[in-house]
């Protein structure tokens, strides 16, 4: 990779770059990052980190792929189960006074947790049709994968033999999700400090999980605050367990047998 000039001030605007799109903070793995693009722009025939960045400002297509290469993706069906549960105990609250609930998963990742709340919805017995969950990412191609529904053994080590038998259809050595039985679902390629956000509407609970560890404490902020102009009042949102939460006077921390959630002011 000699060939690709990048000096350690075109890597840092780049870092930044990365940081104003999407939040995320790179300085600490800068030197994965330069890796990764150099034989990025070596594919892209881009000779300097400082052509990659102004590129990068001005072709959003070129952006799409670059902040696909660089988003991190790790997640499985069933994950923090216990806060799965919960939200979807509240929904089912919600779903008998007979108005749809409206959940969003921000990020989705690749899926596997807007498929097991769309599960755990059937197991307690929410009418798939008072139900809409939509899941976004910034990855194009999570989405894609997303839309698919097609997962490895390591993806569904958590989800029972029964319920693989009920909800997925075995594809040579993956699974397939049965999107016929879940609730109302849909997924979006959206960045949350895009205010195409916005444009989503309102939801009644927002699982956030394990973006904001990426995040400094500036975005972090600017995160929660975003997310409090989409969610209802009296609404809840979960985050990861590792995630640092900022305080915010917009939200009640509330901490019950399930865990903790944030509910809307």
């Known amino acids: 990779m000699s060939d690709f000039e990048c000096s ?27 890796n990764k693009i150099a034989h990025f722009a070596k594919h892209k025939k881009i000779d300097s980190m400082h052509t990659l960045c102004g590129k990068f400002q001005h072709d959003k297509i070129f952006r799409q792929e670059l902040l ?29 006074s ?30 798939k049709y008072r139900l809409k969950i939509t899941g976004i990412d910034i990855n194009s191609n ?12 390591r993806s569904v080590k958590n989800i029972r033999q ?20 879940m609730p109302m679902i849909e997924f979006k390629t959206i960045n949350i400090f895009n205010d195409s956000l916005f444009a989503l509407g309102q939801f009644d609970i927002i699982l956030s999980r394990n973006m904001m560890i990426y995040f400094d404490e500036n975005y972090r902020l600017l995160t929660i605050e975003r997310f409090a102009k989409i969610l209802k009042p009296h609404g809840r949102i979960y985050f ?20 903790t959630y944030y509910e809307k002011v």
């Open 162 to 181: 029964s319920q693989k038998e009920i909800y997925f259809k075995k594809v040579n050595f993956d699974y397939k999700i049965k999107q016929e039985l």
């Open 240 to 259: 990861g367990s590792a995630d640092l939460v900022p305080y915010c006077d917009l939200y009640n921390k509330i901490i019950d047998l399930s865990g």
């Open 98 to 127: 007979g108005n749809t609930v409206k959940i969003l998963c921000a990020p989705c990742s690749s899926g596997e947790e807007v498929y097991s709340l769309g599960i755990l919805a059937k197991t307690i017995g929410i009418d």
């Open 142 to 153: 999570m989405i894609q994968k997303c839309k698919e529904g097609i997962y490895n053994e």
């Open 68 to 96: 696909n290469l660089i988003t991190i993706n790790e997640t499985y069906f069933m994950r923090e189960l216990n806060q799965l549960n919960s939200a979807m105990q509240y929904a089912n609250t919600l779903s008998i």
């Open 8 to 34: 350690i001030n075109d890597l840092l605007e780049f870092i930044e770059l990365t940081k104003k799109y999407s939040g995320n903070d790179l300085i600490s793995k800068k030197e994965i990052v330069k």
